[in-house]
């Protein structure tokens, strides 16, 4: 549909300070528990590797759309949001359009967002606009601490060499498209983010004759630890579960997730861990330039 409307015509340009009370007045019932971008529209603004634009129409905003580079070839995409006025108007894929025609211009090879199993309508703006779905991810929750550590998991603090060539050959590196996520976001590992996780505290592993048997991803944010990514001896996937519900009680935290491939033999595991399912996430690729290092996965 021809995004110009009778209201006037529809341009998208960067945004501005003055825009935030209109952004934020048509975000504010996104969702019954209210949405996001209120807490990151600052944040946004200022951020040296991100673009946040609107749509407007006489200069008003009437939608918002957010990138930034996870990579220097990967353009993450998210806060698509349009005024509930000017929905079905073809507004938001005015704004795809544009973000990743400005991550193209900059030397994205692909671009990637995710949604949730229930947004159908957001799924098929993916789809309209060239994004191919790439994996579901299953979200497992538990808020029901243990008392008693499980034995044989341990927080490495320290980047060992060859774990990124090891992690590499696991299957479950494939499984996950060699993404990890934080929740709501899925970024490459790298040689350089695997060491930096190490370094903060935030991959755990399992031994096995001295070596380092599976290996998982975890991040924390506002009272949640999140498995994002998990590979190695699957027997061992139950005690990394196991020990995330340990960290509920020792760490603060009210509750851990994990979001696991779709139809993964993971899947037991975790809930054998004791923990449920809560939700489905998709997450979408598009790609946008041809690129001699990419394989079947669309990794680069």
């Given at each position: 549909?021809?995004?110009?409307?009778?209201?006037?015509?529809?341009?998208?340009?960067?945004?501005?300070?003055?825009?935030?009370?209109?952004?934020?007045?048509?975000?504010?019932n996104?969702?019954?528990?209210?949405?996001?971008?209120?807490?990151?529209?600052?944040?946004?603004m200022s951020g040296p590797k991100g673009s946040l634009l609107v749509a407007t129409i006489r200069g008003i905003p009437i939608g918002l759309?957010?990138?930034?580079?996870?990579?220097?070839?990967?353009?993450?995409?998210?806060?698509?949001?349009?005024?509930l006025a000017y929905r079905r108007r073809g507004i938001a894929g005015r704004l795809n359009r544009a973000l990743t025609k400005h991550g193209r211009a900059r030397g994205a090879v692909l671009s990637?967002?995710?949604?949730?199993?229930?947004?159908?309508?957001?799924?098929?703006h993916a789809e309209k606009v060239g994004f191919r779905i790439l994996q579901r991810f299953d979200r497992f929750d538990s808020s029901q601490p243990l008392t008693r550590k499980p034995a044989g998991v341990y927080q490495i603090?320290?980047?060992?060499?060859?774990?990124?060539?090891?992690?590499?050959?696991?299957?479950?590196?494939?499984?996950?498209?060699?993404?990890?996520?934080?929740?709501?976001?899925?970024?490459?590992i790298t040689p350089r983010g695997l060491r930096n996780a190490a370094e903060y505290s935030r991959v755990l592993v399992t031994n096995s004759d001295g070596e380092i048997s599976s290996l998982a991803i975890i991040s924390t944010d506002k009272g949640r630890l999140t498995i994002g990514f998990f590979a190695?001896?699957?027997?061992?996937?139950?005690?990394?579960?196991?020990?995330?519900?340990?960290?509920l009680a020792k760490g603060g935290f009210q509750?851990?997730?994990?979001?696991?491939?779709?139809?993964?033999?993971l899947t037991e595991a975790f809930k054998a861990a004791g923990f449920k399912p809560t939700n489905s996430i998709l997450v979408y690729q598009k790609i946008l330039r041809p690129s001699r290092e990419k394989n079947k996965d669309g990794r680069t």
């Open positions: 549909m021809n995004p110009d409307t009778k209201d006037g015509r529809v341009t998208v340009r960067p945004a501005e300070a003055r825009d935030k009370r209109v952004v934020l007045d048509f975000c504010r996104t969702w019954r528990g209210g949405d996001y971008i209120p807490e990151v529209w600052d944040e946004w759309g957010h990138c930034y580079f996870q990579t220097k070839d990967v353009l993450w995409l998210e806060g698509l949001r349009v005024d990637r967002l995710c949604t949730s199993i229930q947004n159908i309508a957001s799924q098929r603090r320290k980047y060992r060499t060859g774990l990124w060539r090891q992690i590499q050959r696991w299957p479950e590196f494939s499984e996950f498209r060699g993404l990890y996520s934080d929740g709501w976001t899925w970024y490459p190695g001896k699957r027997t061992q996937a139950e005690q990394i579960a196991r020990y995330s519900r340990y960290r509750r851990v997730r994990a979001l696991i491939p779709h139809g993964s033999s």
